[in-house]
């Protein structure tokens, strides 16, 4: 099984940018769908974008469009989560999650694999 391992979070000022990464351990992310969700204090997990196993469709909230871009290289088993012109209420922990299911990406729930997790907070 697939063991994805977030990195990359950080401190970043308003409008800056940061780039997330996952990498696949244990196995391939080549057959899975991966998404990125995220949760902050006191909050409920959200989704924040998610790609096919392609790469072929990917899908965003309507909270990042515009500002956030997922990308997959299959060859080398990673994600990747470009954010940019961040904003403080981007400030989570954001995990990566993968999974084999063909339905709705948007949903946690149907998420096999997760990760422990990236703090990304956005300073004012």
């Known amino acids: 099984q697939v063991q994805p391992v977030e990195s990359g979070g950080g401190l970043v000022q308003a409008g800056g940018s940061l780039r997330l990464s996952c990498a696949a351990s244990?196995?391939?992310?080549?057959?899975?769908?991966v998404g990125w969700f995220r949760q902050a204090p006191g909050k409920n997990r959200d989704f924040v974008v998610a790609i096919s196993w392609s790469g072929g469709r990917m899908y965003y909230a309507d909270s990042v469009k515009g500002r956030f871009t997922i990308s997959r290289d299959n060859a080398k088993n990673m994600v990747y989560l470009q954010m940019n012109s961040l904003r403080p209420e981007d400030t989570a922990v954001y995990y990566c999650?993968?999974?084999?299911?063909?339905?709705?990406?948007?949903?946690?729930?149907?998420?096999?694999?997760w990760g422990q997790g990236t703090q990304v907070t956005v300073s004012s």
């Open positions: 999650a993968a999974t084999f299911n063909s339905g709705s990406l948007s949903i946690a729930s149907g998420y096999d694999y």
């Open positions: 244990g196995s391939s992310f080549i057959s899975y769908s």
